[in-house]
């Protein structure tokens, strides 16, 4: 909480662009563990955080197989419990983490579908949504529903 007051949340987001890898890694590591620590969350950074705009850019970091294990986390810590994050990580992360759960190495496979279990947990907008794009993932786009 007090890195947070300190004012570390927006430029740990501007990291998340960083050219090196292991940058936008451990600021990504940061910002979940910001949300996230001794089995409670802290709703008040996972505000904060998706307001600085972290979201866009961890659901880009899932494409960086140096990187996606750590977004992944930080995506499933900041999906927890939290309506809006939920819906925003929907639209710009659900595709991404789907992949990595069908595809990923282990570590990204568990961390996405981590993500995904935060994204359902008593959201059934984000529960359709998941059922959606994992049915086309797993019987491609162009088959109709019967």
């Given at each position: 909480v007090a890195v947070a007051h300190a004012g570390a949340i927006h430029p740990l987001v501007q990291l998340l662009r960083d050219e090196a890898p292991s940058?936008?890694?451990e600021a990504a590591a940061a910002l979940g563990n910001l949300v996230f620590f001794n089995d409670e969350t802290n709703s008040g950074n996972q505000a904060a955080i998706a307001k600085a705009g972290a979201v866009?850019?961890?659901a880009e970091l899932l494409k960086d197989p140096k990187a996606q294990?750590?977004?992944a986390g930080a995506l499933r810590n900041l999906a927890a419990q939290n309506v809006a994050n939920q819906d925003s990580i929907c639209r710009e992360a659900l595709e991404s983490l789907?992949?990595?759960v069908a595809e990923g190495n282990p570590k990204a496979q568990m961390e996405a579908a981590?993500?995904?279990h935060n994204l359902a947990a008593g959201n059934s907008k984000s529960q359709q949504l998941i059922v959606e794009v994992a049915a086309r993932k797993t019987f491609g786009q162009?088959?109709?529903s019967e």
């Open positions: 940058v936008r890694e866009p850019f961890l294990v750590t977004a789907v992949h990595l981590g993500a995904i162009n088959q109709s």
